[in-house]
């Protein structure tokens, strides 16, 4: 398994852009492919993005497509979500994820899960 931790959240205005990054313990990072995901006050957690384990293949929800990009950098065991045009309703607590079949294609693979860090969107 592999241990994430997540770092970046915070308040921003809507409109405005936040990056958060997760760091990730273990030599097999670039196996994994990673991802985020977010859960806001009394709603389900939901997918928000993920990359394969080469950083070929990115995948994003409808909700956040054109604002959200997803990146990884395998020589520093970081995932990063830049996050742009931010709004009220991307308030929630963001998880890094990983799924050891490398591929991010599928939400149950995703196994591994960081802590959250809090992003708050005001209007």
């Known amino acids: 398994q592999v241990q994430l931790v997540e770092s970046g959240g915070g308040l921003v205005q809507a409109g405005g852009s936040l990056r958060l990054s997760c760091v990730a313990s273990?030599?097999?990072?670039?196996?994994?492919?990673m991802g985020w995901f977010r859960q806001a006050p009394g709603k389900e957690r939901e997918f928000v993005a993920a990359?394969?384990?080469?950083?070929?293949?990115?995948y994003y929800a409808n909700s956040v497509k054109g604002r959200f990009t997803i990146s990884r950098d395998n020589a520093k065991n970081m995932v990063y979500l830049q996050m742009n045009s931010l709004k009220p309703e991307d308030t929630a607590v963001y998880y890094c994820a990983a799924d050891g079949t490398g591929w991010g294609r599928v939400t149950r693979d995703f196994g591994s899960w960081g802590q959250g860090t809090q992003v708050t969107v005001s209007s």
């Open positions: 990359i394969s384990w080469s950083g070929g293949s990115t």
């Open positions: 273990g030599r097999t990072f670039s196996s994994y492919a």
